[in-house]
């Protein structure tokens, strides 16, 4: 059974940085695709980023060029470096592993706010 847990969210400035991280159980880790998607209040939920398990990655238009996701397969953890953060990016953010089935995350909270 795959279980993941992120962590690294909260309250950040306008402007300002996070990073988030989430640590995966099992040993399917370095053969997975990881994303991180996020659900802001009264919408539906979207993918951010995501990486395969040969280190190729994807974002979301409108994360380019301010967030970065990474992976260390020694550690079993999958990273989103999230930088120049603007209101609009308040949400609950989830990590996702992809082996045959999805498996989530809880979700952390990410709240850019003054």
């Known amino acids: 059974q795959v279980q993941l847990v992120e962590s690294g969210g909260g309250l950040v400035q306008p402007g300002g940085s996070l990073r988030l991280s989430c640590a995966a159980s099992?040993?399917?880790?370095?053969?997975?695709?990881m994303g991180w998607y996020r659900q802001a209040p009264g919408k539906q939920r979207e993918l951010v980023a995501a990486i395969t398990s040969g280190g190729n990655s994807n974002y979301a238009d409108s994360v380019k060029g301010r967030f970065t996701i990474s992976r260390d397969n020694a550690k079993n953890t999958v990273y989103l470096q999230m930088n120049s953060l603007k209101p609009e990016d308040t949400a609950v953010y989830y990590c996702?592993?992809?082996?045959?089935?999805?498996?989530w995350g809880q979700g952390t909270q990410v709240t850019v706010s003054s």
């Open positions: 099992g040993s399917i880790f370095s053969i997975s695709t």
């Open positions: 996702k592993l992809f082996w045959l089935k999805d498996y």
